[in-house]
């Protein structure tokens, strides 16, 4: 049985600071990396068309362009993964950034933090999680890191789209409460409960068409969402045909495949 996450379980925090101030210096760590500042997805194609009201939601946290438009779009609830625990942190400096300066984005790509000193000094932490999240940027101001450091080069990223423009459009989905899941989709893992839709982004791309890889992968997502529902997926890097067919093949059991535009959705079939 593969590893059993529990709702409860905490960052450890000291860790996930020293790693972060080692990327900052530009250097790797397994099982953390860089983080997305902006979606580099076209959501507005993946999930313009799709019905998020009152379902169970999972996504891939990464800029967290992903879990805001879930909630955006009148999701019941919206729980999070990334294999990256880095993500969580950036959620809550989203929040704030939404929340206190009415800003889509944080201004902290410059090399300059004197923009987050003083988004800090407004931040009054609502849970355990949110406190957390506050001490470590207020760390890094410390100790004056190259905040741009630990995000991916906007320059070499694609041009994503979201269905919202305006801060204002989300004073309602700036809730604190997000249920985290620290977790890689290609090993096996087990979380409490089933969803009706997750949203995945482009990580199957990132298989390198391993078949084991794809295996895991499928049974983690037929153990992880109801029949009925769906995994939305985006395809940011080419694949061939053979390829493609090669994963389809391996989610045919359980899942229909549903081409789109910009991606592709596995829609899981009712199997009685």
């Not at 090399?111 to 849970?127: A, E, F, H, K, S």
């Not at 470590?136 to 741009?148: A, G, I, P, R």
């Amino acid at each position: 049985m593969g590893k059993v996450i529990s709702m409860s379980e905490v960052r450890d925090f000291n860790k996930d600071y020293l790693v972060s101030r080692v990327i900052s210096f530009g250097k790797k760590v397994d099982g953390y990396n860089k983080t997305f500042y902006k979606t580099n997805e076209d959501l507005v194609d993946a999930y313009l068309d799709v019905d998020f009201k009152d379902k169970d939601v999972i996504s891939v946290l990464a800029s967290g362009d992903q879990v805001l438009t879930a909630r955006y779009l009148d999701a019941k609830t919206v729980d999070s993964f990334d294999y990256n625990p880095l993500t969580i942190y950036y959620f809550y400096l989203r929040l704030w950034t939404l929340k206190y300066r009415r800003l889509l984005y944080p201004k902290i790509m410059d090399g300059d933090n004197t923009w987050l000193y003083y988004l800090l000094g407004w931040v009054q932490p609502r849970n355990e999680q949110e406190a957390l999240a506050k001490h470590y940027f207020e760390l890094h101001v410390h100790d004056n890191t190259q905040m741009d450091q630990l995000f991916y080069d906007l320059e070499m990223q694609p041009e994503g789209r979201t269905l919202f423009t305006k801060p204002e459009e989300l004073v309602e989905c700036l809730s604190p409460e997000l249920t985290f899941y620290p977790i890689n989709l290609f090993e096996e893992f087990h979380l409490p409960k089933q969803y009706d839709i997750g949203l995945i982004s482009n990580i199957l791309d990132s298989s390198k068409v391993d078949p084991e890889k794809i295996q895991i992968a499928y049974e983690n997502l037929d153990r992880l969402i109801r029949p009925g529902g769906s995994v939305i997926c985006s395809k940011l890097h080419y694949r061939t045909r053979d390829e493609m067919d090669k994963e389809k093949r391996i989610f045919e059991k359980s899942f229909e495949f549903i081409p789109k535009e910009e991606g592709y959705v596995y829609q899981k079939k009712n199997l009685c």
